[in-house]
């Protein structure tokens, strides 16, 4: 069965839109944040066609690059100075909101009460990178394409930075 | 170690997909219909030009072979 395309842009605004706007939101201010992300949107439902890979994995990567690509254009300049640590009562109100589809369980709370303390535990060059990688959901590729780097030091680095905020939360 | 660093990691990833979760449970989507209505505009030039293809003729050879020597005056 052949699928229309409008109704694959739909699947997609499901699928992709709530993630991306985090991103899109954390990296631009919110008055602008809107447009930029329509203007994502559009580049992926549009270019769905240009899109080589076969994985979720390379999906998603693609759908970051195109994210990524619409924040240099635009917002050079603020996109160079993001990455401003969001303060935890923040964090725990989106936790709070979260709960609102999916309950948290007690054994959620405390997983994610030391999750978010690894956080803070963390210097800011390490913030950065356990951000995009754990909350971002950037794979190693990706952030090693973003910050020109290459895949094994953006691999180990974080590899580091987890395990000092662990030894600072021991 | 490396159990301690997987559960770590594992942890980090349940915050991650909350932290998703909440922001777009608090920002739901505005408006979509800007998109959609490109994704629906694109999707009708594609099929035109689809249409267009199969029912545009072809020019005839020797009728292209006419028209030289007229373009050449």
């Known amino acids: 069965m052949r699928v ?8 997609i605004f499901r699928i992709v839109e709530p993630d991306l706007r985090l991103f899109v939101f954390s990296t631009v201010p919110h008055h602008t944040a809107e447009d930029v992300l329509q203007e994502v949107l559009k580049a992926v439902a549009t270019g769905m ?6 994985t979720t994995g390379e999906f998603w990567a693609w759908c970051y690059r195109i994210a990524r690509n619409k924040l240099n254009d635009q917002y050079r300049r603020q996109a160079a100075d993001r990455m401003q640590p969001v303060p935890p009562e923040e964090l725990w109100q989106l936790i709070d909101a979260s709960a609102q589809d999916a309950p948290i369980s007690p054994q959620d709370k405390l997983d994610l009460e030391y999750a978010m303390g690894l956080l803070t535990a963390s210097k800011p060059e390490c913030y950065e990178f356990l951000w995009k990688h754990f909350v971002f959901g950037l794979a190693y590729a990706e952030i090693a394409e973003e910050l020109k780097l290459k895949y094994d030091a953006v691999r180990m680095k974080i590899g580091r930075c987890l395990a000092e905020a662990q030894s600072l939360m021991a | 170690m490396p159990n301690q660093h997987t559960d770590a990691e594992a942890k980090l990833q349940k915050l991650g997909q909350r932290l998703r979760a909440g922001f777009a449970k608090q920002h739901p989507a505005q408006n979509l219909e800007a998109v959609r209505g490109a994704v629906r505009e694109q999707y009708e030039q594609e099929q035109k030009a689809k249409r267009e293809k199969t029912i545009t003729p072809p020019v005839p050879k020797k009728e292209r072979e006419r028209e030289e020597p007229d373009q050449e005056r």
């Open chain 1, 4 to 11: 229309q395309k409008p109704s694959l842009a739909e699947g």
């Open chain 1, 49 to 54: 066609s240009k899109f080589a890979g076969g």
